[in-house]
């Protein structure tokens, strides 16, 4: 591990201060970064600890929840107002990981984290567009059944591992930002994560020091009808090939609105505008959620290995409707 | 009192034993002829009892030293640096920014490395425990992606992998075969196993075959595996004066030891390797290149060093199981009798081992046929050396053949246990010997009746239970009977009456020392705690692997052998005074602490009466145990009935196992508690061969690209189901306490277990491994 300094912040203001210093980078749980600083993957030149800072979970005026960054993802997946009003991020959370990393692992952090890709792992032996922009891509033509088939480009097709981000994709999720010089903004979750593009390097838009203070859950009731349901390859401890997030709201026999993302597809948690769309005020029935699997994977493209995710994301999305809206095959 | 012993005093409650009478002699070799071992009759004794194991209460308390834990003075720490192309040269190596990092005491390349000769690859002799026979860090040749090119001593592991990070290696790379179906197409050579052929053709099979009016004739695939040892693999090691000691995790030991003395040309006797503790080996703790690193560093600056590999390190450096493609094809009749079977197919080697994945062992002795066609070709990779892994050739190649069994049961419309009794052999059908014990139908009819096949609807796809399909297979599982030769015991009776058992075995946490200890104290007539046994180091007698499922045999006959010169010396010493007097050898036997005359068990006399009146303290003896000619008399084998209930959803092709029964036959059990953990250990990892295990060898350039815990997926807890394990405990007569070895058997047959229950609950036949749900789909 190449040396560098820690710093524990007092405060987000203090944090930023220490976190707009060059190579700096802001830890949580550690469950992710402290990994890759071992791998030689991330060489920070100082960390600072934000684990300790916003560590609250209110219920805001209109029915949502504030979620501070620095909540562990255990505290939210247990969180009663979660539990019942957003029950798709406690399912999502607890799919994800174990319990030790879940109790160590920060809001945050999970947001933050860093593809699975293992190529992006392997940094003396393969080449990374992600660990060394301009370096090409060895995972195109390697190993790439965990890859992504939506929003690829030419220079990466690695995928967000993140459970719980799925989840927040659907809930129409805000993020809380402060940057240098106490300079707050929100943020739609959606538009946080990035896809690779020329520049895979660059995974949000986050301004350099910029941090994430919390997310925030606009009040969603039909989200008190959501599930996350995921597909791996072994029952526990593996990353989703593919995972859905659903919220729906009937209206007699009919789909009144309706919240869909993906993940284990793309770069970025995959809100799934495209199905939404052909959902709204539609019958539901297995032909509507056909057609709208149909409409998100249109676009999707395969790699040697993942070529199967197109169908078995179809698949997910229409149980997954099928199961909120009571209309099986 | 010791944990050792408190925790032997436990068991030794537990265990309640009752020795009624004298046990006689075992005999002095296992031929024809000869008496089974009167232990077989002990049935109020200390075998077979659920012991717990006699180690726990140290591992459980941390207390157990393993390799990478001792300690030592001025102990420097090892970090290797791999290559990152399959074949070619260095072409440049900087280690200047190494070795100016902090507290690197030494940074060896093949500039610095030490003269030493290339290790004695495994096999070449019969104490040989090399993994590859290359050289060690002598030139600028890469052989292999992954390859040690440099390794960095430092104060701490943290320094020393610093340090390594900032070497820079740069390669002329050379053109290498790391594509198998390219290699396949260049050439192939019929593999040699242990130095024999697997060729074997009996009859004409392929006209039986095209004649038999049911066939299957398919093609069966395999991946690599790695054993992902709980403990990787480390050694800690230190050379005083022209003296090499290693502390290792090892399942070789006295192989390590001489393997050790021909790298460094020394004696034999100036190497000792103790191996105490092992965190598992599944055979892949053998020599590999580390220790021998290790060794040289240790040379070179004339400090202990430890050299403990990363999970990574695990990988690129030590071999796992290599790939196998199999066509298997069996001929039947309309009445299910086989016509034909043929099993053949090409695996994966290098040019620096000799381990040709012998996938076809299992076909050899399984069923009655009319013909038959083996063989095993092996094609030539620039890779790491692969090596052997849990059941090398049956684990893989019993899911071809009890795979093509179930289709052929398809084709037939036949239950698949009916199938497989119409084919019973009377004798080995390849060898044409005589079974040594064959209790297979047993097996079957005991496990059948308990996993409730009966309720198995032999229809495919039709159980449903929602969105899960359900369904059930079987599966013959079977691994041989080996004692290798070698084998060789010390005794030492103390007049406390205390016996300790010293051999050059080993415990990787299968049971070995607490079985071995029952067994001791029931052929001698002692108590549990009256026994010591001492394993795990090459200055011990014995040669004796922890491999091919061997050591429960060679350590049995090695004490049997010990105990004819124990019992001949201590009636020496009883003389005329004791009760004893005048009795010869075979006419007495152990018993209640003591010896006694086998049909008159009141002329008895302690072992600690016999010392104290001959003013001894103790008595030792050696004994070394017969050649395993048993072997070459009888078609040895255990035996086993797989039973799996699968869901396979139906949406996305995940597989649940939801019930899991072994059924074996495997002589007499002697430890309860241990077997079932061995059976249940195995079953897990032919659960993790059937569903997730795959070593991603990236053909490109060579790479292992999963090595990690991470990546390469093991089942999870979730992932075990409750597994049944029952045996029928029927003593083999010609082994030694009628016991076959239990190791490896329970990883063989699962994989087609599962694949056949996938096909009762979907239809779909799935030959390719491992079975993940994109198949499925």
């Known amino acids: 591990m190449i040396p560098f300094t820690y710093a524990r912040a007092a405060n987000t203001a203090d944090a930023v201060v220490h976190g707009s210093a060059a190579g700096a980078k802001y830890l949580g749980g550690g469950t992710n970064l402290v990994d890759l600083m071992r791998e030689g993957i991330e060489h920070p030149a100082g960390l600072v600890d934000v684990s300790g800072l916003s560590r609250d979970i209110t219920e805001t005026d209109n029915g949502g929840v504030l979620i501070g960054a620095g909540v562990k993802n255990t505290a939210l997946a247990e969180n009663r107002l979660v539990r019942t009003r957003f029950p798709v991020l406690s399912r999502a959370i607890v799919a994800g990981a174990s319990g030790q990393i879940r109790n160590m692992a920060t809001v945050g952090g999970n947001i933050l984290q860093r593809t699975r890709c293992t190529y992006f792992y392997d940094d003396t032996g393969s080449r990374c567009n992600k660990r060394e922009p301009g370096q090409g891509c060895d995972a195109i033509d390697g190993f790439n059944r965990i890859h992504a088939i939506l929003g690829a480009s030419p220079s990466c097709v690695a995928t967000h591992p993140s459970d719980m981000c799925v989840a927040l994709a659907a809930l129409d999720a805000v993020v809380h930002l402060e940057g240098a010089g106490g300079k707050t903004r929100r943020l739609p979750f959606t538009d946080l994560h990035l896809l690779p593009e020329g520049r895979p390097d660059v995974e949000t838009v986050l301004e350099p020091g910029e941090l994430i203070t919390a997310v925030e859950l606009p009040a969603q009731p039909m989200a008190a009808r959501s599930t996350y349901r995921k597909v791996r390859d072994r029952s526990s401890y593996a990353f989703a090939l593919v995972s859905v997030a659903a919220s729906l709201e009937m209206d007699g026999a009919t789909i009144g609105d309706v919240r869909l993302a993906l993940g284990g597809v793309a770069h970025k948690p995959w809100r799934a505008w495209k199905a939404e769309e052909v959902l709204r005020s539609k019958a539901a029935t297995q032909a509507t959620f056909q057609a709208a699997a149909e409409a998100e994977l249109a676009d999707a493209v395969p790699l040697k290995d993942n070529g199967f995710k197109i169908e078995l994301a179809k698949r997910t999305i229409i149980a997954v409707l099928g199961e909120l809206s009571g209309v099986s095959a | ?777």
């Open chain 2, 1 to 777: 009192m010791s944990i050792l012993e408190q925790a032997k005093q436990a068991a030794q409650g537990a265990a309640q034993s009752v020795i009624q009478k004298a046990v006689e002699l075992a005999p002095e070799s296992w031929l024809p002829g000869g008496k089974p071992d009167p232990l077989i009759h002990q049935k109020h004794g200390l075998i077979g009892k659920p012991v717990s194991r006699i180690d726990g209460p140290l591992k459980v308390q941390g207390k157990a030293t393993f390799a990478a834990e001792f300690p030592m003075d001025g102990l420097l720490y090892a970090s290797v640096a791999f290559s990152t192309v399959p074949k070619g040269r260095i072409a440049s190596l900087d280690t200047s920014a190494a070795e100016a990092a902090p507290g690197v005491v030494l940074v060896m390349t093949y500039r610095n490395a030490p003269r030493m000769k290339p290790m004695p690859v495994f096999m070449s002799n019969a104490k040989a425990a090399g993994g590859d026979n290359l050289p060690v860090m002598q030139d600028d040749r890469i052989h292999w992606n992954g390859q040690p090119v440099a390794l960095v001593l430092a104060e701490t592991q943290e320094q020393a992998d610093h340090a390594k990070s900032l070497i820079r290696v740069t390669y002329e790379a050379e053109p290498a075969t790391t594509r198998f179906v390219e290699a396949k197409a260049q050439n192939t050579q019929p593999g040699l196993f242990m130095g024999q052929p697997m060729k074997q053709e009996i009859g004409d099979a392929e006209a039986a075959l095209a004649a038999a009016p049911v066939k299957v004739d398919v093609t069966y695939t395999t991946p690599r595996h790695n054993h992902n040892a709980i403990e990787p693999h480390a050694a800690t090691i230190v050379w005083q004066g022209d003296e090499l000691l290693v502390h290792d995790a090892s399942q070789a030991v006295t192989h390590t030891a001489w393997s050790l003395s021909e790298v460094f040309g020394i004696e034999e006797s100036q190497v000792h390797v103790t191996s105490p503790y092992v965190g598992g080996g599944f055979g892949s703790k053998s020599l590999w290149q580390h220790q021998v690193l290790g060794a040289a560093a240790a040379k070179l600056t004339g400090r202990p060093v430890r050299i403990a590999l990363s999970r990574e390190g695990v990988y690129r450096m030590t071999g796992g199981r290599t790939l196998t493609e199999q066509r298997m094809a069996i001929g039947a009749a309309q009445d299910g009798r086989f016509e034909a079977i043929i099993h053949t197919g090409t695996v994966a080697m290098t040019h620096h081992n000799a381990m040709p994945e012998p996938f076809i062992l299992p076909t050899r002795s399984a069923y009655a046929a009319r013909t038959f066609k083996l063989d095993v070709e092996v094609t030539y990779l620039d890779m790491i050396a692969n090596t052997f892994m849990r059941a090398p050739g049956e684990s893989v190649g019993t899911f071809a053949l009890e795979s093509a069994v179930d289709e052929v049961a398809v084709a037939l419309g036949m239950d698949p246990v009916a199938l497989r009794m119409v084919n019973e052999p009377s004798e080995d059908p390849t060898e044409k010997k005589p079974f040594s014990s064959r209790n297979i139908v047993e097996a079957y009819r005991t496990g059948a009746e308990r996993f409730g096949w009966t309720k198995r609807n032999p229809v495919p796809g039709s159980v449903r239970d929602g969105e899960w399909q359900v369904g059930m297979g079987v599966a013959t599982s079977t691994y041989p009977y080996h004692r290798m030769p070698g084998g060789a015991a010390r005794l030492t009776l103390t007049r406390d009456g205390r016996m300790k058992v010293e051999i050059a075995a080993h415990e990787m946490g299968m049971g070995t020392s607490t079985a071995q200890t029952q067994v001791t104290a029931d052929r001698f007539g002692l108590q549990l705690d009256q026994v010591d046994f001492a394993y795990g180091d090459s200055f011990l007698p014995g040669q004796v692997l922890a491999g091919g499922s061997q050591q429960t045999a060679s350590i049995g006959a090695s004490v049997v052998a010990a105990q004819h010169a124990m019992v001949a010396e201590l009636l020496k010493l009883a003389g005329n005074d004791s009760p004893l007097a005048g009795l010869r050898a075979d006419e007495v036997g152990g018993m209640e602490g003591g010896l006694a005359k086998l049909d008159e068990p009141g002329r008895h006399e302690t072992y600690a009466s016999i010392l104290s009146r001959a003013q001894r303290d103790e008595v030792a003896v050696v004994g070394s145990a017969p050649p395993p000619l048993e072997t070459m008399h009888w078609s040895m084998h255990s035996w086993g009935a797989m039973f799996c209930e699968v869901r396979v959803n139906s949406v996305t092709g995940e597989v649940r196992v939801s019930r899991f029964l072994g059924s074996f036959d495997c002589g007499r059990i002697l430890n309860a508690k241990t077997a079932s953990s061995q059976f249940r250990g195995g079953i897990i990892m032919g659960l993790g061969m059937a569903l997730m295990e795959e070593t991603q060898f990236d053909e490109r350039n060579g790479r292992i690209m999963n090595p990690s815990l991470a990546e390469y997926h093991v089942p999870v807890h979730l992932d075990v189901p409750e597994i049944d394990v029952m045996w029928t405990d029927i003593a083999d007569p010609h082994a030694p306490m009628g016991a076959r070895g239990i190791g490896e058997i329970g990883i063989t047959g699962v994989g087609a277990a599962v694949a056949n229950a996938i096909y009762n609950a979907t239809g779909k036949r799935i030959r390719d491994l491992p079975i993940t749900l994109d198949k499925l789909m």
